[in-house]
């Protein structure tokens, strides 16, 4: 009761779904709708009372004769005296003969229609027969025999037309022997009804067969499909397999699909092949346990079943069927024992909470009760119709259900690991830009491995706080780092705008790449001094003391790429446009400069004159033996600057080159010249100093 409490409502609707499928099952296997009843005793029947349209299944007491072939003839007083009536289909060992031998079935019907067609459907039989219908040879099942030597076995579904004599009367003589196999006789009834009725049934089984055999091969097929593409999904394969296995097992019996495909396929061979089904999926099976439960049906038991069933399994192969289909019985034994244990692993996965663990027991629950079943029938303690097929179909009915589960989990746990991933690289784009990551030619930050570089042409910008020392001896660290986050919150979006990326931040400043170009840095580097009046205004207005930014900006050859070690990397740039870019930031701090370019930049802009500008001079690159020439852009100056500049710039440039012609006296004059128009130069305040520091004569 407590079990049953725990199965939630999509379990008892599962349930009930199987419940309808089986009914469906059922009815598409039985007759057209009319049940008609036909009452077989003594080897006699009377069918007068039948409607016209009836198919039915000829079971009940037929005259049995052992160890004789019976004359066909037409049924009559004068036949010999049967050693018996028992009842048909069934074997003969349950009724006290020995497995071996040969005997003859009679049974005579009355009442039919005279001159109307009627059908018969006769299965196969144990292990060879010949069907006779008013004397006349209707089916062959092989052929019979007195002796091994004699008979040639056979398996076959047959339905045959035939008509009754003009007293409307049927003599049904079957001859059966069984050299061959582990029983004699037959497991399947005989159907008789009007030849339309008798066809249409036949028509549905096939359907329904074919169905079976299609619905466990497209599912065998998609689980080892799911396999290919996900083999940590071992569950998958051994389900797949499993259903592949039963696929072609549908093949070998009830219809015999097999022997359409292959006409004269030797009995042997479909013997072997319809065994080997047997044993193969009993082996997937364990497989598939293990893997759906690995704590609660151990890696063990699966060798076990394996080295059982592959023992069996060669026997088959290579001895008689009949010394093979009798050691059947200690296999199905093994099999027993195996599906006890099946069942208290399943029993301690339900225990333990495993996932999918109720359903598989609901699903072998039909399979252990319609195999118990047919082992009852087949032994003949009861009668009826087999019934191991629904109960197969309904445990891979519950079986794809757990595997559909989970492959909707793992799906499912996909996605949302997808998300999160989505989610973390989008963080990790914080601190590794994800342009680092186009050059690199890797998708994700996880593609990322040490030593990967790329050498690229771009321009670089450095950007410094002025006097942020001084600044921050005035703040607490958690008041530093609030002024650092807002300063570049307002800077880095004009980056981004320009098609650039912040590479690196350094303290108070940051490095940015653009890949665009020179005329992309220029403007990023004007629009970022604009921005720093807004924000100076801001500050300005909230009580605070207003800062200035240093740019520089350099373009060239960048090697980009990854350093580090296995635990810790970082992406990092390398080459002599850093270097020069990190010296020229430290000439505009020296000079007071708003903006420092290179000669480089400035050959790369599509139009120089459109920016003010004006030449700085020559700064010598450690590790370089030419100097470069550093200009300032003052474009994004205040108006009032950037006018005064215009004025000086000429005299400032003449100063520049008397300084480096070394004639310091008229240098030192035109520098005095910029400082009476614009006295905060700064620039012209260093040059004075270097001359008056070299004290020249």
Known sequence: ?????????????????????????????????????????????????????????????????????????????????????????????????????????????????????????????????????????????????????????????????????????????????????????????????????????????????????????????????????????????????????????????????????????????????????????????????????????????????????????????????????????????????????????????????????????????????????????????????????????????????????????????????SSNLVKVNKALERFVPKQILGFLNRKSIEEVELGDSSSENMAIMFVDIRSFTRMAEGMSPEEAFTFINEYLARIGPSVRANGGFVDKYLGDGFMALFPEGAEAALKCAIDIQARMKKYNIERTENGLAPFSVGIALHSGQLMLGTIGEAQRMDSTVVSDTVNVASRLEGVAKEYGLSIAASEKVLAKLEDPTAYRMRFIGKVRVKGKVEPSSVFEIYEGDDEEVRVKKDLIRSSFERGVDAYYERKYGSAKSYFSQVLEVLPTDEASYKYIHSINKMNPV
Request: charged share 15%; proline share 3%; glycine share 8%.
């Open 1 to 417: 009761m407590r079990f049953l409490k725990k199965i939630d409502a999509n379990s008892v609707f599962i349930v009930f779904i199987m419940a309808a499928c089986i009914l469906l099952a059922a009815a598409c296997a039985s007759n057209d709708g009319t049940k008609p009843s036909l009452t077989i005793k003594n080897g006699f029947a009377d069918a007068s009372n039948l409607p016209d349209k009836w198919y039915l299944a000829l079971d009940g007491d037929w005259e049995f004769y052992w160890n004789r072939f019976v004359a066909p003839g037409i049924h009559s007083n004068a036949a010999p005296l049967p050693d018996g009536h028992f009842y048909f289909p069934s074997n003969w060992k349950s009724i006290g003969y020995e497995v071996e031998g040969y005997c003859s079935y009679k049974l005579g019907i009355s009442g039919l229609k005279p001159g109307k067609l009627y059908g018969i459907k006769a299965s196969s039989f144990m292990s060879a027969a010949a069907v006779y219908v008013n004397g006349e040879l209707l089916a062959s099942h092989g052929a019979t025999g007195r002796s091994k030597a004699d008979e040639k076995p056979g398996w076959v579904s047959t339905v045959s037309a035939l008509k009754p004599d003009q007293e409307g009367k049927l003599d049904i003589i079957v001859h059966v022997s069984n050299f061959t196999d582990r029983n004699g006789g037959s497991f399947n009834s005989f159907f008789l009804g009007d030849y339309d009725s008798v066809l249409a049934a036949h028509n549905k089984s096939i359907g329904w067969e074919l169905f079976k055999l299609g619905a466990l091969a497209a599912m065998g097929l998609y689980y080892i499909s799911l396999f290919m593409f996900r083999k940590k999904e071992q569950a998958a394969f051994w389900f797949g397999m499993l259903c592949l296995t039963l696929a072609f097992r549908e093949a070998c019996y009830n219809e015999y699909f097999i022997l359409t495909l292959f006409p004269g396929m030797p009995f042997k061979l479909l013997f072997v092949l319809g065994y080997l089904t047997f044993t193969l999926a009993v082996f997937y099976f364990s497989g598939f346990l293990h893997r759906s439960f690995p704590n609660e049906f151990p890696g063990w038991a699966v060798y076990i079943v394996g080295a059982v069933s592959f023992i069996y399994s060669v026997i088959v192969i290579i001895s008689s069927t009949s010394f093979s289909s009798r050691l059947l019985f200690l296999y199905q034994i093994f099999v027993f024992i195996l599906g006890s244990g099946s069942a208290i692993s399943i029993a301690i996965a339900i225990f333990r909470k495993r996932s999918g663990a109720r359903l598989f027991a609901l699903g072998y629950f039909f399979l252990f009760a319609a195999s118990l079943y047919d082992i009852l029938l087949s032994i003949g303690i009861i009668r009826g119709v087999f019934s191991s097929q629904l109960g197969l179909l309904s445990m891979i009915f519950f079986l794809s259900l757990i595997m559909t589960r989970r492959f909707a989990a793992a799906f499912t746990v996909s996605e949302t690991v």
